[in-house]
């Protein structure tokens, strides 16, 4: 069964920094790895995902996570955040053939200040 | 085109009381799901129905059933409400459930059990 390790609870960065969450996995098959965002009192929303190929993967408002099987990881970046990306982040990971289970992550609370 | 609706938004119940927690996507979506959020937890299944006519459980079911109506709704009913269901609750719609597909949420319920 796979598990996802989010590193760090809260990342504090200032506005227009780049800012790197981190996310580990462990699974002994082939994954597809998702990361979701969740604005305040809102419902989850997908950022990105990878399924197969390319280990650089672009989502939107800017983000990017690259996929490294080697160190079984999938670090979401961004160059310079903006006050409204202050949100919470989520990294899950779906084994291939195992349907429904998407498994996520705890979060990281990404706190963006001027 | 809506997504994914629930309701209520917001709930307060008495300790031994029942409610049913209402989820509906307008998607022609074929699989959905009911998960819960607790500080620190990430999100966590309580329950999925692959299809309509097909429910089973998740990783915490216990103290909650579940009915998918027809292929647009899906409930999740609390029978006998305990504090430690104080959470937030999100339904997720997905095409087919396929371990590689993106998943879409609600707004969310949020439960305080007294």
């Known amino acids: 069964a796979q598990s996802v390790t989010q590193l760090d609870s809260q990342v504090p960065v200032f506005e227009e920094a780049p800012v790197e969450l981190r996310c580990n996995y462990s699974s002994s098959v082939s994954v597809y790895l998702f990361w979701y965002v969740q604005y305040p009192n809102q419902g989850l929303q997908l950022l990105l995902k990878?399924?197969?190929?390319?280990?650089l993967v672009k989502g939107i408002n800017g983000f990017e996570a690259e996929f490294n099987k080697s160190q079984t990881s999938f670090h979401l970046r961004k160059p310079s955040v903006h006050i409204s990306d202050t949100a919470e982040y989520f990294c899950a990971v779906s084994e291939d053939g195992s349907g429904y289970a998407l498994n996520f992550g705890k979060g990281t609370s990404l706190l963006v200040t001027p | 085109n809506a997504g994914v609706t629930q309701t209520p938004k917001f709930q307060v119940l008495k300790t031994g009381q029942s409610m049913t927690l209402q989820c509906a996507q307008d998607m022609n979506h074929n699989s959905m799901y009911w998960y819960r959020q607790d500080p620190g937890m990430g999100l966590r299944l309580i329950y999925y129905s692959a299809s309509e006519g097909t429910t089973d459980k998740g990783e915490v079911p216990n103290g909650y059933n579940v009915s998918r109506l027809n292929k647009r709704e899906f409930s999740l009913r609390l029978e006998s409400a305990a504090p430690s269901q104080t959470s937030v609750y999100f339904c997720a719609s997905s095409l087919t459930g396929g371990g590689e597909e993106t998943q879409y949420f609600g707004p969310g319920t949020r439960l305080l059990v007294l």
């Open positions: 990878y399924l197969s190929g390319s280990t």
